[in-house]
């Protein structure tokens, strides 16, 4: 199985600043990875697939980058809305696996 | 719009069974791959299991197969998740899932990308 890692796990940052995620395979998935932002209660939604696409509805200061094992989810502007948890994931082959989650909070 | 809507969580002691549903509305199901996802409380995402667009098609983690079947009727824009032997790690939240695929020459794919969840179905197996 693919084993995805995310860091940080914790990232506290403030309205208006840039915030980047990383996240790494442990072998080379091209460009198959998904964002997904996850707010308490609620159900995962799809930020961005293919690790640079930007889903339908999804705000433009959203954006992923990398390919092969290392991959970076950049949020600009961060706004109120954005304090959730991001969770990367591979769809490059079964079984689809994510990252272990990483929570952006109020600092 | 597309929805989805889970039911049929509830408790459940070790060794028995429960099987969950999920009713889709908004698209036209019959062309697209669906999946049940789930996350044990305060935990990450875990995939459990897909079903092809037609059905014919399953896939699962390993440590459902055997344990837990995955249907559709498209007649019904429903999918079902039947789990058996339920033990106290399945405890979680299960959500079913529209994969982001396509259709092609008469074949629809699956992707492993979820683009449309439910709200979720918990399952708490306890004695």
């Known amino acids: 199985d693919i084993q995805m890692t995310q860091s940080p796990s914790t990232l506290s940052a403030s309205v208006g600043d840039r915030v980047a995620i990383s996240c790494r395979a442990n072998?080379?998935?091209?460009?198959?990875l998904a964002w997904y932002q996850q707010k308490p209660g609620k159900a995962p939604n799809l930020l961005i697939y293919r690790a640079s696409t930007l889903q339908n509805g999804v705000p433009s200061r959203f954006s992923g980058s990398g390919s092969g094992t290392e991959f970076t989810l950049t949020i600009i502007t961060l706004q109120p809305d954005d304090f959730a948890t991001y969770y990367c994931q591979q769809c490059h082959s079964r079984p689809w696996t994510f990252g272990q989650g990483t929570k952006v909070e109020i600092k | 719009q597309v929805q989805l809507v889970e039911s049929g969580g509830g408790v459940v002691q070790p060794g028995r069974s429960l099987k969950l549903s999920c009713v889709a509305s908004g698209f036209t199901f019959k062309n697209y791959g669906m999946h049940w996802v789930r996350q044990a409380p305060g935990r990450g995402l875990e995939w459990v299991a897909v079903i092809s667009f037609d059905g014919n098609k399953e896939y699962y983690l390993d440590s459902m197969k055997g344990r837990f079947a995955i249907s559709r009727d498209n007649s019904k824009n429903t999918i079902y998740l039947e789990m058996n032997s339920l033990r106290v790690e399945d405890t979680a939240v299960y959500y079913c899932?529209?994969?982001?695929?396509?259709?092609?020459?008469?074949?629809?794919?699956?992707?492993?990308?979820?683009?449309?969840w439910g709200q979720g179905a918990l399952v708490t197996v306890s004695s």
């Open positions: 899932a529209k994969d982001r695929g396509h259709c092609s020459g008469g074949t629809c794919y699956s992707v492993g990308i979820w683009d449309s």
């Open positions: 072998q080379s998935i091209g460009t198959w």
